[in-house]
């Protein structure tokens, strides 16, 4: 797994705070197996230099030194794969099969919530491994649902905890709640 995040420039205030926070998880990250890899268009010396920024502003265990850097020349990740850059801040979040799994794009003057990646990150990875998907506002350890193509025969088999199946005005049987497997 791993997620690659960009941000407009270096030594701006939002991105200070982001990858302050994004170091703080760094391992909570990395206990779930997803490396973090930061993007800029600035040159390597402006990221040393604002490095120790960051560092002030995020000390401790998980420092800024948690991140994988890279500093590439404006529109340009790879010479196949140019790169639009705007004053915005993205993430992207792949899987082992390097597939592309989520994107979100804020504008520059909206810091990213890393718990919410964090959280979307658990949620990527138990509904990639497990017949179920997450509701709303789920937390790890909360009641999944049951995705609907499965049979109800396969899922008493699969979720031996039971699933319960949540009645509705139409008689329709497709909200089947299960404990988190």
Not at 72 to 84: D, E, F, K, N, Y
Request: with cysteine; proline share 9%; net charge positive.
């Amino acid at each position: 797994w791993g997620i690659l995040f960009s941000h407009p420039r270096d030594f701006t205030p939002v991105c200070t705070t982001e990858l302050g926070r994004a170091a703080k998880l760094a391992p909570e990250f990395s206990k779930r197996n997803v490396k973090m890899i930061a993007l800029s268009i600035d040159s390597v010396q402006d990221h040393l230099s604002w490095s120790k920024v960051r560092a002030s502003h995020c000390p401790g265990k998980g420092g800024a030194a948690e991140l994988s850097r890279y500093s590439r020349p404006v529109g340009q990740i790879s010479s196949a794969q140019p790169l639009t850059l705007s004053p915005c801040a993205q993430v992207f979040v792949f899987g082992p099969d390097k597939k592309l799994k989520l994107s979100i794009l804020y504008p520059a003057t909206t810091g990213r919530n890393f718990d919410e990646i964090l959280r979307v990150v658990d949620s990527l990875q138990l509904t990639a491994y497990k017949k179920v998907a997450t509701p709303v506002d789920w937390k790890p350890g909360d009641s999944v649902m049951v995705v609907p193509t499965l049979p109800d025969e396969e899922a008493k088999k699969l979720f031996p905890k039971g699933v319960f199946t949540k009645g509705l005005p139409s008689g329709k049987k497709y909200l089947r709640y299960t404990p988190q497997p």
